[in-house]
């Protein structure tokens, strides 16, 4: 049986060029599917950490490449979002999932006060507190960088395909989300979402805590998983998107501070 008053151990999150102030921030709140060992897998068999509930699986090599080809900043959070999501509020009813696309984790169920508050003391807590460390960097020296969420998303959902190869979302605030999506169609034959397959009026709490709420240009990036499959896949959609990004930075209608 599993002890929800477990203690959770504090996990850093893995900061990409924390020195560097490149004019863009990448954060990957869904970058892993780590659970640590005192939580017993949640309840749940393996395998179910190989599938999409666990993680946005290849949004963290996306992340990485996309950091060191530019040589900008980045944050990656250190556990699955099974164990606790870092993109939602911290009231918010799925911050703890008990329920993930029909899948009941038996350890997040009934939990106390205590134990929810250990588990975003050790995951959540220090994974913001990064992402708002590098802004806060930026800004002190004058930068007004570009904050992109990194995530992928299911080929299918509810038995439907889903005929996106990546999508932009955005709440208030859709320049940095519509001029990337102009710069792909322009340069490539994708099909892209405007705020699709998601919509970033509904879950968007990383990009509006670190980027909306500073004026900055911000969006996050879905891309198809089956177009993240393997290495060569990664690598050319992190070149890809770090073409468009430069372009958007050096940009003085996207690349300023803007309250809504």
Partial sequence: ????????????????????????????????????PEYE????????????????????????????????AGVLAPVSRLLLDCNREPDHKTLIPPLSDGVQIPANRDLGPAAIKARKDAYYTPFHDACAGLVEAHLKAGKVPLVVGMHSFTPEMGGEKRPWHAGFLWNRDPRLAQAMIGMLERETDLVVGDNLPYSGRDLYYTMQRHGADHGLPQTTIEVRQDLLATDAMTTE???????????????????AIRHY
């Fill in 237 to 255: 959609w992190a070149a890809l998107l770090a073409d468009i990004l430069d372009e958007c930075m050096n940009r003085p209608d996207i690349a």
């Fill in 1 to 36: 049986m599993i002890d929800s008053t477990v203690q959770s151990q504090i996990l850093k999150p893995e900061i990409l060029n924390g020195d560097k102030l490149g004019g863009v921030i990448v954060l990957c709140d869904h970058a892993s599917n780590f659970v640590p």
């Fill in 41 to 72: 897998n949640l309840g749940l068999a393996p395998g179910h950490f190989n599938e999409h509930i666990a993680w946005d699986i290849g949004a963290a090599d996306v992340t990485r490449k996309i950091c060191e080809m530019m040589g900008v």
